[in-house]
């Protein structure tokens, strides 16, 4: 059992590192309508400035995300009625 719990832990570690990846944040910024050049300098110099990522707790509470999303439903709903 004890085993398993110290694999696991490395491993869950491992994947809530992922989704703060440098090319979930450079796709983030040409959402925003940067180019990629841009976007991947301006991801060069974060990585340069900020060697440890950043905890971003909303990133890991998919309830959070769900809401967001919803939000955004909602005001599109209400802006295509009027």
Known sequence: MQKVLICALPALVLLSGCTNS???RIAECKKQGGTEAACTTAEWNYEKANPLPKYNP????NAAVLQAAYNANAAKGKTSEN
């Not at 909303?58 to 509470?61: G, I, L, Q, T, V």
Request: aromatic letters at 14%; charged letters at 15%; hydrophobic letters at 15%.
């Open 22 to 24: 440098p090319a979930h």
């Open 58 to 61: 909303s990133s890991y509470d």
